[in-house]
């Protein structure tokens, strides 16, 4: 009786050591969806992922050395200079800043914003300037839900990537120098709002986008400076409840003033829909 207590034991031992080998494995550099949480509906997020400026690793006309060091957040065109996001968002009356924190080798930095008055998030992710083929990946799986991740905040779940309302893709179009043979067809049948201030990116995200069935709110159909004042007024807008065109046009008038280019050019320039 004894003998047959231990073998049933040991085959409960065998069974559940099978169910945590396969719990624990993963696709390393591969989408995945986060274990179910509840998330607080009641805020609702835009996520920002930031290729920084980098002369070395991407194929840009390069800027000065301080500020296109892809590897250096805080001094970055993107990110830690006047108009980067991080600056920006930070002086901005309209946001306060929660928490910024290093992340890893490829995530340098992350902040976490909040905005005054409106139930909403704004994360901004700094990907190192080596890594921008990721960020553009991580960009489409998350527009597409295949990526989906969630942050706890002031004891709040919020959700990032694919949870997020809205996502958007600031930096160089890296489509222009490289392809992406992945697919990313939505999976979810959640349609996502999408805002890509990069380089023609009207031209170069199209048929990624399409497949993810994500809203293109902002995108561009030339050459463009990247930089926050545009992401900020157009989320302005739609914070506000406002339609594709309102956006779009936020977005026109804010680059319009900075760039010092006629509202006609710039509304040329960034366009809203397929």
Known sequence: MQKSYEKIFLYL???????????????????????????????????VLVALCDNKYQGIVPVPAAIGNGQDPK????????????????????????????????????AIFKHVSKNYYLVADAYDGKYIKQTTLDFFNSTSGKLKDTLHINKKIIGINGNAQLIA????????DFQ?????????????????????SKKYFSNHLTATKANPL?????????????LHDAVKGYINGEKNEQIRLRAAMAYSKYQKCSLKASKNLLVTGY
């Open 13 to 47: 031992i065998v069974l559940i050591s099978i169910s945590l080998n396969a719990n624990c494995q993963n696709n390393s550099g591969q989408a995945t969806n986060k274990s179910p949480v509840k998330l607080n509906t009641e805020y609702k997020v835009v996520h």
């Open 75 to 110: 001094n970055n065109l993107y990110w830690g200079c006047s108009n980067g996001i991080y600056t920006y968002f930070k002086k901005s009356k309209e946001w306060t800043l929660v928490k910024s924190q290093k992340l890893n080798s490829i995530k340098l930095e992350r």
């Open 169 to 176: 893709y600031i930096g160089h179009d890296g489509l222009m």
């Open 180 to 200: 992406l043979n992945e697919s990313f067809a939505n999976v979810d049948g959640q349609k996502r709002d999408a805002i890509m201030l990069a380089c023609i």
């Open 218 to 230: 902002v995108w561009t159909t030339g050459l463009m400076c990247p930089e926050a004042y545009t």
